[in-house]
């Protein structure tokens, strides 16, 4: 008989990644806030509503275009948090470094995580360090976990998506992932694309002081807007139909994922957010959007319908349907 | 030039760790919780008192006598909140694993850290799993943060040591180190030490109502009991003299210790702590740890003197005086 193995698929945000985590941890660790399965958990302490959450960065190579993997692991988090419609305030950073890794190198990558922090308004208050022998880590991998204050009525969860919702993207989709390909595999061509890396949790303050009433908010990284999206209309029970004429990408990322055989629904963005609001609340919610630098190109994307199924369809350039499945294998491996 | 590197010593929890902690991160992260050194944050948020911590564990090998990673990771996270004088209440995971980890061997991990979580009363309640290229990682690292809520009149921190204080262990150092260490070299004699890995929250909880003015709590972990008293003296502007017929060890902990030149001072400790309290409280102190199976070995091992170079010293078996230092370099890597 084979050993079940972990497969790089099992990282990927998709399919397999799905398995693993509700059929193996959520029956463990069987909780109500892990079982909601999102950016964060939201947690009642004493009467205070906080979000808490995690994320571990792997990312390579560990400088890119736009971004490195410190900056990468303070927005990360600062967004997850803010995806729970909460005001990030607290992160802790682990570093588990590679022996023999460069100290220039994290000089430079603890700078960018001050500034970054500094940028979101968040506090790094505590920390770990581990160094493993040459070969056993490469590099330096990142985990940050985040503490955020959620305000009083404000009620963000992928299982609130309804019928009649209105899908917003907050701007063009698949830079972060493309940047780190096009790095990765040397390309020689030109390329100005750069990583989306931002944090979005002052303009989904302004959001939410503007619509209190967002149902859903997702920052669509690891597995892309379309795997973002199944997630939220598994949790919703409700169909989503999107409109791929208004889906905004950049000419140049969509060449490369053209080039290449990519589809950059499920291409990582870091810096990008997708919101499910009521169809009355949208002009207000995407002026509040362009007001941002995050969101100056914000706009509909789609919306959501009845579906028992859950399916996510999308309305294509030529007037065909497609089915937007959760991707079943891995694209990129070590993409955050 | 030679290029400035990451070394083993980095990680060590000795001198290079805090050199590269004081010189780099703090200046850098700047802000008072961090600048604590604790092995949490104590945070203030709309008026309550939170403890946050966080720590990566990278133990090789993952499965050792008394334990494993997983655990390990759990009782860790819970202990540095406990040392915050914090009731732990909820914990992060964040998975790193290696593609073609054998499955079986991450269902094992995840029951241990299920049962570790129901033993300290804790719930883990978000998560992260990345998985990487084989090759990249060693089988699997743990990060879990945690957030604990600090009791009102409760104020545990390194700098509240004083002249007179007493120190308490809990009981017999070193078992942790040891344990690993002996698997690691694939010693051949037989040997019955188990990891201490326990989690010592109830046991705190129950000092703590006992004796709200514990002045200091640590646990011993990297560098073992001599590095964080060492951390103590410096934060505090103290001496600490030490007994060593006063400390326990077990006898076969000591002659592997012995055996392989090694200082059981400077060996983890994963289920033991050291409680800094004033004369009067000892007693009282002593008796509440050891109705907990945890404490139930708890002595007295010294005391604190007036001292503007913060030393640690040893009055030794023989009647002689050691400097019991910070320790310079690596003994032992991965050890947590």
Redesign the interface.
Same mark, same amino acid.
């Given at each position: 008989m084979k050993?079940?193995? +972990?497969?790089?698929?099992?990282?990927?945000g998709g399919r397999l990644?799905h398995e693993?985590?509700t059929g193996?941890?959520l029956p463990?660790?069987?909780?109500a *806030?892990?079982s909601e399965l999102h950016d964060?958990?939201r947690?009642d302490?004493?009467g205070?509503r906080?979000a808490?959450? $995690?994320?571990?960065y792997?990312v390579?190579p560990i400088f890119f275009p736009g971004g490195d993997i410190g900056v990468l692991s303070v927005n990360g988090t600062v967004n997850d948090l803010a995806m729970c419609g909460a005001a990030p305030?607290?992160l802790?950073?682990?570093? +588990?470094?590679?022996?023999?890794?460069?100290?220039?190198d994290?000089?430079r990558i603890?700078?960018s995580?001050?500034s970054a922090?500094k940028n979101a308004g968040v $506090?790094?208050?505590?920390?770990? $360090?581990?160094?493993? *022998?040459a070969g056993?880590?490469?590099k330096i991998?990142i985990?940050t976990?985040g503490?955020g204050?959620i305000p009083e009525g404000i009620i963000i969860s992928g299982d609130r998506a309804q019928p009649g919702d209105k899908v917003i993207i907050s701007g063009p989709i698949a830079d972060h992932g493309v940047t780190i390909l096009v790095q990765r595999k040397g390309m020689e061509f030109e390329s100005d694309i750069t990583s989306d890396t931002t944090p979005l949790n002052h303009m989904v303050g302004g959001m939410l002081s503007s619509c209190p009433d967002i149902h859903v908010l997702r920052d669509p990284t690891r597995g892309g807007v379309g795997t973002s999206l199944n997630e939220i209309a598994e949790r919703s029970r409700v169909g989503i139909k999107l409109y791929e004429d208004k889906i905004p990408i950049r000419a140049e990322t969509a060449g490369i994922c053209e080039l290449l055989g990519l589809d950059p629904l499920y291409i990582a963005n870091e810096g990008k957010l997708l919101a499910f609001v009521r169809p009355e609340h949208v002009n207000r919610v995407l002026s509040v959007m362009k007001k941002h630098h995050a969101g100056k190109d914000a706009c509909l994307i789609g919306e959501v319908i009845s579906d028992s199924h859950a399916k996510v369809i999308m309305r294509t350039r030529i007037g065909g349907t497609r089915i937007v499945d959760m991707p079943a294998g891995e694209q990129l *491996?070590?993409i955050c």
């Open positions: 050993t079940r193995q +972990i497969l790089l698929d099992h990282g990927s990644s693993l985590i193996l941890m463990a660790f069987d909780n *806030p892990l964060g958990a947690l302490i004493a205070m906080l808490f959450s $995690t994320d571990s792997v390579d305030l607290f802790s950073a682990g570093l +588990i470094i590679e022996e023999g890794f460069c100290l220039d994290l000089d603890i700078a995580m001050t922090a $506090t790094i208050v505590t920390g770990d $360090t581990k160094v493993v *022998p056993t880590a490469d991998f985990n976990s503490i204050l *491996p070590r």
